[in-house]
């Protein structure tokens, strides 16, 4: 039995499960980087998440095309990191307790949309499958990482155009300097409020797009609460990630390879309990974050208001 | 000042929460003591439109408000959303104090919050489920039971989903291990009868609303090689969704999933309380305020399986299925889990 684990097949099936798995984590991850390298942490990623997950399923459902859905759900999701910035920001108020109540508004919010506007479970027709021509071709590697549809492709996009900006560009410098030691950002002249509207106006777009990824793409359905807390685990990613795009690669793939794992397990019938094998993926998080602690190099002013001093 | 603004801005934002919630419909508060209609107040983990458990049973209380005369006939409240059973424990006192004649906490979670306020408010009466334990042994006499006979609905697929597998691999999706295992079981014994040698591959997600795993499950059996896929709790929305994208059979269990998958649900096992509740109110009113525990069964009633009248399904399929109903309501088929089967 446990030999069919090791079949080619199966291998195949288990990376193509692994990469399609991670996609949510890696827009929702990347967009709380982002943030969290600026010094504001956002706990409310999940409630975004719904937010656009619902925006843009109603968008398709309603008739418009699969990427004025992708369009909508950024606009909400700038939205909703624009009151979390005018919560967190502005108005300074706790960066955690905040993001909870951003959480529990996206959560009951979309709830409420879905219920006014819809009214039951209803099925749309989402992102299909995109073979990359020739590449979808390569033996193995071409199935595992070229046959998925649109938005998939889109977040591994976003992993090297989210480490430019953070890393070479002008406003990644702010960003990091933001996040390090505002005060010395702030007397070099770069606006610390503004660097941090800016970036939770990007997480809070990615994390719409984490949503939409769900609602119109793998599963296209929309239900409350679809995301399950899909958003506090991206959340958790950043950190295992050590805040660096690459680290949140490693970690979103980690995380869904074992989830993919558990699940070929199961459906092959390995013996290993059902309880033993979804408790794998969080086990997996707990080990790595344990070994990974002591090196990781966190934002110095995370989670920390700035107020201009006198 | 500053600390008052940052106060201000959280007590905004809490509120905001509070608004979007909309968790309890409070149709509870419009009632006419003149009139006084009935009054049911549902406790529910998920949606009332998950198609799967929780709304079977909001359903069933909508028909059974349609059949006794409408709203002047029948109060519904209801709590939904009610996964942390603290939170679902906080709402079964507060309808029992607001002085509710049903109270129903719909998930067998909510066991010993429902004996906790029965013990406190013995003129109400309460339902649980699912579940066949009404209090008696440690003296309580205001709760009923109720629950699904549910491996019956399940051979009953199980024998539908091995006369349609022409790869012999079937994938079941189930929530959490313990809970969905009659369904499951049931499933299993369906399939082997038809097809002894049939695989039926079976993966848990570990919740009842992990859509994102549940779809992921799906193309995991597909790819797996199954042909023909079954599942069940609120997380199928999910695993339908694949089921639809890639023409693969769905059998639904709990609701009507026909609305997910007009192309490929073929056949749905449905919950019908209808029964069990007017039953339920008619004993209430002669003062009967609990000691009963129902079952859902194919005899009773109380199940049901419906054909998806949108595809076109074999005769033959139609006729085991009708045949399977019949040998397990006349007792020549005991849907249950054999050793060989496993």
């Known amino acids: 039995m446990i030999d069919e684990l090791f079949t080619i097949s199966t291998l195949i099936g288990i990376l193509h499960s692994c990469v399609r798995l991670a996609t949510p984590y890696l827009f929702a991850s990347l967009g709380e980087t982002f943030g969290q390298r600026s010094g504001v942490l956002n706990l409310g990623v999940d409630g975004i998440m719904l937010m656009g997950a619902f925006f843009a399923f109603y968008a398709v459902f309603e008739g418009h095309n699969l990427w004025v859905g992708v369009l909508v759900a950024i606009a909400v999701g700038i939205l909703m990191g624009l009151l979390k910035a005018f919560v967190s920001v502005t108005m300074q108020s706790l960066q955690g307790i905040s993001g909870i109540g951003l959480y529990l508004f996206g959560l009951g919010l979309s709830s409420l949309l879905f219920k006014t506007l819809i009214g039951s479970v209803e099925g749309v027709s989402g992102f299909r499958q995109l073979a990359i021509p020739l590449l979808s071709d390569i033996p193995g590697l071409g199935h595992i990482l070229f046959n998925h549809n649109a938005l998939v492709y889109l977040a591994y996009i976003m992993v090297p155009v989210s480490w430019f900006v953070i890393n070479r560009t002008t406003l990644g410098l702010k960003i990091r300097a933001v996040g390090h030691n505002p005060e010395a950002a702030d007397t070099l002249g770069v606006s610390v409020n503004g660097v941090r509207y800016t970036t939770l106006m990007i997480g809070g777009a990615l994390a719409a797009v984490a949503g939409a990824s769900l609602s119109i793409g793998l599963q296209n359905v929309f239900q409350e609460n679809m995301t399950n807390g899909l958003g506090f685990i991206a959340v958790a990613l950043v950190y295992f990630g050590s805040w660096r795009t690459v680290g949140v690669l490693g970690g979103s793939l980690l995380f869904s390879l074992v989830n993919a794992l558990q699940l070929w397990v199961q459906a092959l019938d390995i013996p290993v309990p059902s309880e033993v094998a979804v408790m794998m993926p969080y086990i997996m998080t707990i080990v790595v974050l344990a070994f990974t602690a002591r090196q990781i190099q966190k934002p110095a002013a995370l989670a920390r208001s700035y107020e201009r001093g006198e | ?342």
């Open chain 2, 1 to 342: 000042m500053l600390r008052r603004i940052r106060v201000f801005t959280l007590i905004f934002l809490l509120l905001l929460a509070g608004c979007g919630r909309g968790d309890d419909n409070g149709d509870g508060e419009a009632i006419d003591a003149e009139g006084q209609p009935f009054r049911i107040a549902i406790v529910m983990p998920s949606s009332t439109t998950d198609i799967a458990w929780s709304q079977s049973m909001f359903d069933s209380l909508v028909a059974v408000q349609t059949e006794m005369g409408g709203e002047d006939a029948l109060k519904i409240a209801y709590s939904e959303g009610m996964f942390r059973v603290t939170d679902a424990s906080a709402a079964i006192r507060d309808y029992a104090s607001e002085g509710f004649d049903l109270v129903i906490a719909h998930g067998a979670q909510y066991g010993n919050s429902v004996f906790e306020v029965a013990a406190d408010f013995t003129e109400t009466s309460f339902a649980w489920g699912t579940s066949s334990d009404t209090g008696a042994d440690r003296g309580i006499e205001n709760v009923f039971a109720y629950g699904a006979v549910a491996n019956e609905g399940g051979y009953v697929n199980g024998v539908v989903a091995a006369m349609l597998s022409q790869n012999d691999v079937i994938g079941v999706i189930g929530p959490v291990a313990g809970d969905a295992k009659l369904y499951i079981d049931g499933f299993v014994r369906g399939v082997t009868e038809v097809k002894p040698d049939a695989q039926v591959n079976i993966s848990y997600t570990g919740s009842f609303s992990d859509t994102t795993l549940a779809a992921e499950a799906a193309h995991v059996h597909i790819q797996a090689g199954a042909d023909v896929l079954t599942g069940s709790a609120q997380q199928v929305v999910g695993a339908i969704g694949v089921a639809n994208e890639n023409g693969v059979a769905w059998l639904g269990t709990q609701s009507d999933q026909i609305s997910l998958g007009p192309d490929v649900v073929v056949t749905n096992q449905i919950y019908n309380w209808a029964n069990v509740v007017a039953d339920m109110i008619s004993k209430i009113e002669k003062g009967e305020l609990g000691g009963t525990a129902y079952r859902l069964t194919f005899a009773n009633d109380g199940l049901r399986l419906e054909f998806n009248e949108n595809i076109e399904i074999a005769d033959e399929v139609k006729e085991a299925a009708r045949t399977a109903i019949e040998d397990i309501k006349s007792g020549a088929v005991d849907p249950v889990l054999l050793e060989e089967d496993e």
